[in-house]
């Protein structure tokens, strides 16, 4: 666990605080949803998302905040933002049994 954590230290970009690492990112989520049926463009914008934070921190448990769950959705199921600005922050998980030493929390950022 102690390399593991390490190495999440060494990457560039990453702000470590209390234990924590943050980066922050905009991600395009129009380019997923561009030719997708209305009524899948929000759960579709939410996938794209969490791949994109489970890609870049390298972590499988990748938690959508509400906040951000709100903003995708907040105009309803088709008309998903263009581009949402997210942090993701790398946490240590504190469940032992858990298969993974660490998860992705993200959440939303006022531009």
């Known amino acids: 666990s102690h390399s593991t954590l390490r190495l999440?230290?060494?990457?560039k970009g990453l702000k470590q605080t209390n234990?924590?690492?943050?980066r922050e990112f905009t991600v395009n989520i129009?380019?997923?949803v561009r030719y997708s049926a209305f009524k899948k463009r929000a759960p579709r914008a939410i996938r794209k998302i969490r791949n994109f934070a489970a890609e870049t921190m390298?972590?499988?448990?990748?938690?959508?905040?509400?906040?951000?769950?709100?903003?995708?959705w907040g105009r309803g199921i088709a008309k998903v933002p263009r581009k949402v600005r997210v942090r993701l922050t790398l946490i240590a998980n504190k469940d032992q049994e858990a298969s993974e030493p660490f998860y992705t929390l993200v959440t939303p950022v006022n531009v």
């Open 8 to 11: 999440f230290i060494m990457v």
């Open 19 to 22: 234990n924590k690492q943050t």
């Open 30 to 32: 129009a380019k997923s």
């Open 58 to 72: 390298g972590t499988k448990d990748v938690r959508i905040s509400v906040d951000l769950n709100q903003l995708v």
